[in-house]
C-alpha cells in the first residue's frame, strides 16, 4: 500500500462503486442524457490510471510493467480473446436473459423485493473478479513479483468496475432507448 499507483487504483475503484450509490440516492433518471458524462468518466479513469502508474511506478516496477505491455502484444492471443468475448456475450445475453425472468418469478413466489435480489446478485456476479484477486496474488506471491500480482488484481477490478459503470451501462441506456 506504499506506492501511490497502487493507491490511485483503489480510490478509483471506490469512486466507481459510489457513483451507483449516488445516482440511486439521488433517483437520477438513466437515461440517453448521461451517456457522454459516462463515456467522459471512463476516459477519465483510463487516463488516471495509466499516469498513475507512469508516474508512480520505481523502476523495478516499471520493467514489471514494460513485461506486462510485452504480453499484451501478442496479437494471436487478441484475436482469440476477441471471437471468444464476443461468444461469451452472446451466451452471457441468454443466459441474462433466462436469469432475469427466473428473478422476477422468485421475487414474485416469495414476496421478496427486487432491490434485495438485485444486490445479491451484484454480490454473486462479482465472485470472479474476488477470485482473480486473490489467485494473482497466490501466484505472484511464489516467485519474485509480488507487486505484478497487486498491480494486475487492482487493474481487473478497476477495470472491471469501470467497464460494467460506464461502457456497459450506457450500452444498455442505449437499448432501452431505442
Do not use: R
Amino acid at each position: 500500500m506504499k506506492n501511490k499507483a497502487i493507491k490511485t487504483d483503489i480510490i478509483l475503484v471506490i469512486i466507481t462503486i459510489i457513483i451507483p450509490i449516488i445516482l440511486l440516492n439521488l433517483n437520477i433518471e438513466l437515461n440517453m442524457s448521461i451517456i457522454p458524462l459516462f463515456i467522459i468518466l471512463y476516459l477519465l479513469f483510463v487516463f488516471l490510471n495509466n499516469n498513475a502508474h507512469k508516474l508512480y511506478l520505481n523502476k523495478n516496477e516499471k520493467d514489471i510493467q514494460d513485461q506486462m505491455e510485452i504480453k499484451n502484444k501478442n496479437l494471436n492471443k487478441v484475436l482469440i480473446c476477441t471471437v471468444l468475448l464476443i461468444v461469451t456475450g452472446v451466451v452471457l445475453y441468454i443466459i441474462s436473459e433466462l436469469l432475469g425472468n427466473t428473478l422476477e418469478t422468485l421475487c414474485y413466489l416469495f414476496n421478496i423485493p427486487e432491490l434485495i435480489i438485485g444486490i445479491l446478485l451484484g454480490l454473486i456476479t462479482s465472485i470472479p473478479e474476488l477470485i482473480t484477486f486473490f489467485e494473482s496474488q497466490k501466484y505472484y506471491k511464489k516467485g519474485q513479483d509480488d507487486m505484478f500480482g497487486v498491480i494486475e488484481a487492482t487493474n481487473n477490478l478497476l477495470t472491471s468496475n469501470t467497464l460494467n459503470l460506464f461502457i456497459i451501462q450506457a450500452i444498455g441506456i442505449i437499448i432501452v432507448h431505442i
